[in-house]
Nanobody
Framework: QVQLVESGGGLVQAGGSLRLSCAAS????????WGWFRQAPGKEREFVAG???????TYADSVKGRFTISRDNPKNTVYLTMNSLKPEDTAVYYC?????????????????WGQGTQVTVSS
């Protein structure tokens, strides 16, 4: 059984930074793709960033240049480093895995999900 556990969320002022982590257990994850999505109250869950099995990353336009996704295969962990945070980045952030190894931008593309971690950016 695959389990994903996110950590690192919290409250930060606009312009600040946070780093989210997501640790996976239950299988070998080096050939999988990772993704980060977020969901704000009353809104659909949206793609934030993804990294495929060979380390190529993809970002939503809204976070490009501010967020960085990275993976540490030996630790079965993915990170999302978020800089220059804005109030509109406030959401629950979810990490996810896609078994095929290819990055997708739709939540239906992914197979396993974490429980989410809250990020709140104050103005």
């Amino acid at each position: 059984q695959v389990q994903l556990v996110e950590s690192g969320g919290g409250l930060v002022q606009a312009g600040g930074s946070l780093r989210l982590s997501c640790a996976a257990s239950g299988r070998t994850f080096s050939t999988f793709a990772w993704g980060w999505f977020r969901q704000a109250p009353g809104k659909e869950r949206e793609f934030v960033a993804g990294v495929n099995w060979i380390g190529e990353d993809t970002y939503a336009d809204s976070v490009k240049g501010r967020f960085t996704i990275s993976r540490d295969n030996p630790k079965n962990t993915v990170y999302l480093t978020m800089n220059s945070l804005k109030p509109e980045d406030t959401a629950v952030y979810y990490c996810t895995i896609r078994l095929t190894g290819l990055t997708g931008t739709q939540k239906e593309d992914y197979d396993y999900w974490g429980q989410g971690t809250q990020v709140t950016v104050s103005s």
